[in-house]
């Protein structure tokens, strides 16, 4: 079985960071493509980033300039750091990831969701 986990949500003030890790953990042969999406009430889930298994990313443009993709192929985990934020910013953040485990082949997979919160 694999499993996603993120943490690092919360209430945070306009203006101010958070970081968000998500960490794969299972049967992986290989991770792809990991990213975040979020939801906010009412409105569809939209990409936020992506990054390539070789570092390469991409961006929403409502987030580019003040957020930031990384992750750690040693510990699976992907990162999101979010600097500036905004009170649109408000939803929950969710982590995904494109990738083969030894029991279910090549798939994608969801966290649970974190919520985030910024207050004006």
């Known amino acids: 079985q694999v499993q996603l986990v993120e943490s690092g949500g919360g209430l945070v003030e306009v203006g101010g960071s958070l970081r968000l890790p998500c960490a794969a953990s299972?049967?992986?042969?290989?991770?792809?493509?990991m990213g975040w999406y979020r939801q906010a009430p009412g409105k569809q889930r939209e990409l936020v980033a992506t990054?390539?298994?070789?570092?390469?990313?991409n961006y929403a443009a409502s987030v580019k300039g003040r957020f930031t993709i990384s992750r750690d192929n040693a510990k699976n985990t992907v990162y999101l750091q979010m600097n500036s934020l905004k009170p649109e910013d408000t939803a929950v953040y969710y982590c995904?990831?494109?990738?083969?485990?030894?029991?279910?082949?090549?798939?994608?997979?969801w966290g649970q969701g974190t919520q985030v919160t910024v207050s004006s």
């Open positions: 990054v390539t298994s070789g570092g390469s990313t």
């Open positions: 995904d990831a494109d990738l083969y485990s030894t029991s279910a082949g090549r798939r994608h997979y």
């Open positions: 299972g049967s992986i042969f290989s991770i792809y493509t």
